[in-house]
């Protein structure tokens, strides 16, 4: 199965075919973010429904993902439908807007993960 790829360039990331220079921005995505586009990428506020989407292929830990399967569950049993795909949207949307908040929450999943040992 194939996919659509999206016009619009992403902030961040290489143009398919165009290797990376990491001393360079992005000139196409700093077109697209002052055109409006695609937004800021810190403090982005409103996300557009149906705009451009990019897989998120990730591996997360079996009690995490149990942890949100019940916590689903339960949104489910208040008749709240949602997704997995839509929890990990909120929670992405809702965290750290800064390098600095970033680099808090980092530290501190490495200290949780790390005491389980």
Do not use: C, K
Not at 64 to 80: I, M, N, Q
Not at 91 to 100: E, F, S, V
Not at 101 to 114: C, K, N, P, Q
Request: no cysteine; proline share 8%.
């Amino acid at each position: 199965m194939r996919t659509r790829r999206s016009a619009t360039p992403v902030p961040g990331f290489p143009r398919p075919g165009r290797a990376a220079d990491p001393g360079q921005p992005d000139a196409d995505a700093d077109a697209a973010t002052a055109a409006g586009s695609v937004g800021p990428i810190l403090g982005l506020e409103r996300l557009d429904a149906m705009g451009p989407r990019r897989a998120l292929n990730t591996r997360v830990s079996v009690d995490l993902l149990e942890r949100y399967a019940r916590l689903l569950a339960g949104l489910r049993g208040d008749r709240l439908q949602t997704s997995m795909t839509e929890v990990v949207h909120a929670l992405l949307h809702a965290g750290p807007r800064t390098q600095d908040e970033l680099r808090v929450l980092i530290r501190d999943w490495r200290r949780a993960r790390d005491a389980d040992l």
